[in-house]
Nanobody, 126 residues
Framework: QVELVESGGGLVQAGGSLRLSCAAP????????MAWFRQAPGKEREFVAA????????SYADSVKGRFTISRDNTKRMVYLQMNSLKPEETAGYYC???????????????????WGQGTQVTVSS
C-alpha cells in the first residue's frame, strides 16, 4: 500500500492551466503504475490519464488528449498532470491512483488501481 498526497488544485478560468502534483513519500515509487481520475458531483469516477513505471507508456482519455500531459519523476516520487485549455465541465475532484505492477502496463478503469489519494478540487469558471 502506498500513501498518495495530491496538490495543485484551485480555481481557474476557462482556457487556463493548472498543474496537479501527487506525492508518494516513503514508497518504492518506480514499481507503481500511476494515474489520474476525476469525479464530479453526482457522476462516476472518470479516467483522465495514466503512466507506466518507467514512463514508457502513457494513456489519455479522448476528451483530454492534446491538452493534458501526465509525467512522473521517480527520483522525487512524484507524478504530475499538466492541464491546459481547461473547460468548465472539467470541474471535479481530481484523484491520484497507484497500482503495483511488474510491467509497463497501464489501466484506465478505477478498479485496476488499489491505492488512492484524497483528491484535490479543480474548479473551472466560465
Amino acid at each position: 500500500q502506498v500513501e498518495l498526497v495530491e496538490s495543485g488544485g484551485g480555481l481557474v478560468q476557462a482556457g487556463g492551466s493548472l498543474r496537479l502534483s501527487c506525492a508518494a513519500p516513503g514508497s518504492t515509487f518506480s514499481i507503481y503504475t500511476m494515474a489520474w481520475f476525476r469525479q464530479a458531483p453526482g457522476k462516476e469516477r472518470e479516467f483522465v490519464a495514466a503512466i507506466s513505471r518507467s514512463s514508457t507508456s502513457t494513456s489519455y482519455a479522448d476528451s483530454v488528449k492534446g491538452r493534458f500531459t501526465i509525467s512522473r519523476d521517480n527520483t522525487k516520487r512524484m507524478v504530475y498532470l499538466q492541464m491546459n485549455s481547461l473547460k468548465p465541465e472539467e470541474t471535479a475532484g481530481y484523484y491520484c491512483a497507484a497500482e503495483c505492477t511488474i510491467s509497463e502496463t497501464v489501466g484506465d478503469s478505477p478498479g485496476w488501481y488499489g491505492d488512492w489519494g484524497q483528491g484535490t478540487q479543480v474548479t473551472v469558471s466560465s
